[in-house]
């Protein structure tokens, strides 16, 4: 009984996931009457016209460059700037180090969504808007307290001893930092950086409000714009949704274990 | 070393969160001069603006459906995949990929997936010869909320799996050699040994689950943009429409001061049941 039961919801849940990507991957290569009639049956023909129109009429190329750089970027800085404060937190055992722990944990406390109508009139005011820096920083700055959250437990487990040794042998704090702090804590900076990229790529409400100018667009914008233009043709909108997800799931595919441990360290921490 | 950091963080995380409690304080339509008037948003926000109290309405029995289902099915399933081998490895990647996609990919498949006419859980339905199942998902009041919610639950249950199973796995096994030892049932176990044992684990998962579903704006947005007829509003889609649709940007912050309050009420609230249950229990 019990293990009907476990296959047969096991099987369910797994037939959940695997049927509707399916259908979109197989909907890339197909033509609109074919998914609508059968979605999950093979398409007659394996060819790449959905993408060939893609890339001429919806212009793919220019969101999809506009995303590498906003997430590539942000995750960079991110990874900079918060590694050093969680460095300064972990290391600091005085009063200094628990106020910016503080600080920040504020950030966890205060959900990013309720900035949006300042940010939007602080960056209007900046000419911020339409801009790919603009979305940088927020970017930024929204990931920053959870990235020092997660960082600063990882710099915490680091033994003492390893930064006591360093600092007898004379080495400053951006010297322990640079060659003992970061080497060690890679695994760490790797899974934070996935979990940072997974965000930034799927952002859509700050983008939303921020970017109207077509050439400044990201993927999950173009995405919604695409529905209006091709709101009867699925088989564009699911060759789209397959152009946005590959470098998630290329991503996904070889470094699935840094993966699912940075969304999973993202989700516990915060 | 935090300098970078803080000045970043500073400029643009507190003080935009200090300047919407001054934006909730008045009425501003962007163009013309805000004007003050008090704590009037709030006022009406508590008594005389039903779409909104609506619209909270809509937020906590979606996050009570979230939380519940999702928690229930990432438990049940993690005690199925406790065990590292091949299967439940496998199980486990296929399980935690809708999370790897874009909310708005979500969305668009799902909306395919709901469509009425040709869409795959109404053909289904369908050919399974029960046409009266095959309502208007996304289309119909009564329905939108809860289609999103499931929706909502597909995407973040191989997440949560992947916690649970992490925190199961803590558990000694002797725990379980012993209940086997004396008898007890799957059932026993479960109750007595899993349950209370995988209770942090349990907290972590409610309280991120509640905060993403009070947070929750790409799928509403993709999906049916809160119709119809409000019936699938949530707060922040609110805060975003009173902003950038009905340019009352005071009005707004006013809103999303709110869900601060409620967000930080709901984890306030889940920290002392949770923390009376460990007292209980131990």
Redesign the interface.
């Given at each position: 009984m019990y293990k009907v039961f476990k296959n047969t919801m096991l099987s369910i849940f797994a037939l959940a996931v695997i049927v509707p990507s399916s259908i979109v991957v197989l909907g890339a290569f197909k033509k609109d009457n074919e998914i609508y009639s059968n979605p999950l049956a093979l398409p007659k023909s394996w060819n790449f016209n959905n993408f060939r129109t893609l890339i001429h009429e919806g212009n793919v190329f220019t969101p999809f460059k506009n995303s590498v750089i906003v997430s590539l970027f942000s995750v960079a800085i991110t990874l900079l700037f918060a590694s050093l404060a969680a460095y300064g937190i972990a290391r600091m055992t005085t009063i200094t180090g628990r106020m910016l722990f503080m600080l920040f944990s504020l950030g966890l406390a205060i959900p990013g969504q309720v900035n949006i109508i300042p940010i939007y009139h602080l960056f209007v005011k900046l000419h911020l808007t339409n801009s790919l820096v603009g979305l940088i920083l927020v970017n930024i700055a929204l990931t920053l307290p959870i990235s020092i959250f997660i960082l600063t437990s990882f710099f915490k487990d680091i033994p003492k001893e390893m930064y006591e040794v360093a600092g007898i042998d004379g080495a400053g704090h951006l010297r322990i930092y640079r060659s003992i702090a970061l080497p060690l804590s890679r695994p760490a900076l790797g899974a934070t950086g996935i979990f940072l990229f997974v965000i930034c790529w799927n952002d859509l409400l700050y983008p939303l409000m921020l970017i109207t100018q077509l050439d400044k667009k990201t993927l999950p914008l173009t995405l919604i714009d695409f529905r209006g233009e091709f709101a009867t043709s699925y088989s564009m909108l699911f060759t789209a949704i397959m152009v946005a997800s590959v470098p998630m799931i290329a991503m996904y595919i070889f470094m699935q274990r840094s993966f699912i441990a940075g969304l999973t360290a993202g989700a516990v921490k915060g | 070393?935090?300098l970078?950091?803080?000045a970043?963080?500073s400029?643009?995380?507190?003080?935009?969160?200090v300047?919407?409690l001054l934006?909730a304080t008045e009425r501003w339509d962007?163009v013309t001069k805000p004007q003050q008037v008090g704590l009037h948003n709030f006022v009406h926000l508590a008594t005389s603006d039903d779409l909104f109290r609506r619209i909270v309405g809509n937020n906590i029995r979606f996050t009570l459906i979230v939380v519940i289902f999702q928690t229930a099915?990432s438990l049940?399933?993690a005690t199925?995949?406790l065990k590292n081998t091949k299967t439940t490895i496998f199980?486990?990647?296929?399980?935690?990929?809708?999370?790897?996609?874009?909310?708005?990919?979500v969305g668009?498949?799902?909306?395919?997936?709901y469509n009425p006419n040709?869409g795959?859980i109404n053909?289904t339905l369908k050919a399974m010869g029960l046409n009266s199942l095959a309502l208007n998902w996304l289309g119909d009041t009564k329905y939108s909320l809860y289609a999103i919610a499931v929706t909502q639950i597909?995407f973040h249950?191989?997440?949560?799996v992947?916690?649970y199973v992490?925190g199961l796995q803590q558990i000694p096994a002797d725990l379980y050699e012993a209940a086997e030892v004396d008898g007890a049932t799957?059932w026993q176990q479960f109750k007595n040994i899993t349950w209370p044992m995988a209770l942090p684990t349990t907290a972590?998962v409610v309280a991120?689950t509640t905060?993403q579903s009070?947070?929750a704006?790409?799928l509403v947005?993709?999906m049916t943009q809160g119709g119809p007829q409000n019936s699938s509003d949530l707060i922040?889609t609110s805060?975003?429409n009173t902003?950038?649709a009905s340019f009352k940007?005071g009005y707004?912050?006013a809103q999303?001061?709110v869900?601060?309050l409620v967000?930080?009420l709901v984890?306030w609230l889940q920290r002392r049941t949770l923390r009376i249950d460990y007292g209980v229990k131990k």
């Open positions: - | 070393m935090a970078p950091a803080v970043v963080y400029f643009l995380y507190l003080y935009p969160a300047q919407n934006y962007g099915f049940l399933f199925f995949l199980l486990r990647v296929i399980y935690f990929f809708p999370t790897i996609l874009s909310s708005v990919s668009l498949i799902w909306t395919f997936l040709f795959f053909a597909w249950t191989g997440q949560m992947i916690i992490a799957r972590v991120y905060i009070f947070r704006f790409d947005y993709s922040v805060i975003y902003a950038f940007y707004a912050s999303s001061v869900l601060i967000v930080l984890t």
